[in-house]
């Protein structure tokens, strides 16, 4: 693929493309903001989705819609449409209906719950029209812009893999948005496995006292065992205990101890061989009186990668470098890895730089957001560019 000429050209008018879209700043941030302050837990999206579906609706677009999954989908048509681009953010947001949802501008920064995961990464995908059009782009190949449902947590990624299994116009390559940090570049994906392990003691609850101990001594020699699990440094893998949640008072012996906890790794199996380990204690327990054990698994991926040479990783490093941005290689367990899943050349980006992520005082910087659109037009030019080079 003929990517140097190409790259290069790109990389001539990059920050070019920065400062002309700070013209745009107080509709990115209109966008982020609304975004932000609509409550889009897991699930229960359809808020946000009907706001994006109208936005997409007053840019023109064509074949808006929303799908069974509760995506909001729309189409920008290249000039000759012969493949097509995904663009892709999720809409749904770690924060029950019930929490405070405004945003506020302060200063330099914008601060409230979701802002960074995720309002910025939709609203830059819902503002793209405005952006390409600012600065006299028009991409050869199609552009899908898609809003995924049921990403996080329980969700599984189920939105985008409706859509990568039901759509009639599949991707040739795709770009995953996220709100933090700018120079995130994903091109790889862990293997991961997120569980739940609840035990459950039978004690009666009349002779709870004197000698009872109840699920959470248990549920202590379960994460004793857990933690004596060997993880290999390389390829890395590590199991993460995220929560512990038992009891209610100080003198009642809980019947009920609940642990989620998550399993990654680089290496293919290594995943699945930790979850035996892990499942041989919990028929251990179930082994034992008056206690019993379950585990669920709530979501599964499977390491891939597109390599740390492909074109598109290497003209994302070129182009952050060209705007002052240092490149942060990690591994995503998100979206990212349902499209490697289906050999779809896919990278994952950050918008701008910010604090707090997942706590009440969320919070972005607006300057750097202009590099962090920049980035993203220019490797949308680079993708396009390289697929009409392929037919």
């Known amino acids: 693929m003929a990517m140097d000429p190409l790259l290069n050209d790109v990389l001539s008018r990059v920050d070019d493309y920065r400062q002309k879209l700070t ?3 107080e509709i990115i941030l209109a966008n982020t903001v ?3 302050e609509i409550p889009s837990p897991t699930f ?6 009907r706001f994006l579906a109208d936005r997409f609706t007053e840019n023109d677009l064509q074949n808006i819609g929303t799908d069974e999954a509760g995506n909001a989908v729309a189409m920008l048509p290249g000039t000759e449409g012969k493949n097509n681009i995904l663009l892709a953010a999720h809409t749904d947001k ?41 600065l006299g782009i028009k991409l050869k190949n199609n552009l899908i812009l898609l809003g995924t449902s049921r990403s996080m947590g329980r969700g599984d990624l189920g939105g985008l893999r409706f859509f990568l299994e039901n759509s009639q116009r599949q991707p040739a390559a795709a770009v995953c948005l996220e709100g933090v940090q700018l120079g995130r570049l994903s091109y790889s994906s862990l ?9 459950e003691s039978h004690e009666e609850r009349s002779n709870a006292g004197w000698g009872s101990t109840g699920a ?29 949640v038992a009891g209610s008072a100080f003198n009642t012996p809980p019947q009920r101890a609940t642990l989620r906890f998550e399993i990654r790794s680089e290496a293919p199996g290594m995943v699945s061989e930790i979850s035996e380990q892990i499942q041989d204690i919990v028929h251990q327990v179930n082994a034992e009186h008056q206690i019993t054990a379950h585990y669920s698994v709530v979501a599964r991926r499977k390491p891939g990668t597109i390599g740390f040479n492909h074109p598109y990783t290497a003209a994302a490093r070129n182009i952050m470098e060209a705007l002052d941005v240092k490149p942060k290689v990690a591994p995503s367990i998100s979206e990212l890895s349902a499209l490697l899943d289906r050999g779809i050349p896919s990278l994952t980006l950050g918008l701008t730089y910010g604090d707090n992520k997942h706590e009440v005082n969320e919070m972005i910087y607006i300057e750097p957001i202009f590099r962090g659109l920049a980035q993203l037009v220019a490797l949308l030019e680079v993708i396009d560019g390289d697929l009409q080079d392929e037919q």
């Open 23 to 25: 013209a745009l700043r």
């Open 34 to 36: 609304m975004c932000g």
């Open 44 to 49: 229960r999206e359809e808020r946000l989705v």
């Open 94 to 134: 770690v924060w029950e209906e019930g929490v405070d949802h405004s945003v506020t501008v302060s200063g330099d920064r914008l601060v409230g719950t979701g802002v960074a995961d995720n309002a910025l990464g939709v609203a830059t995908m819902v503002g793209l029209p405005d952006i390409l059009s600012k």
């Open 191 to 199: 293997g991961m496995e997120r569980g739940e392990l609840v035990v």
């Open 216 to 244: 959470i001594v248990t549920m202590n020699r379960v994460v004793r065992q857990i933690l004596e699990i060997r993880t290999p440094e390389e390829p890395k893998t590590t199991i993460i205990l995220g929560s512990i």
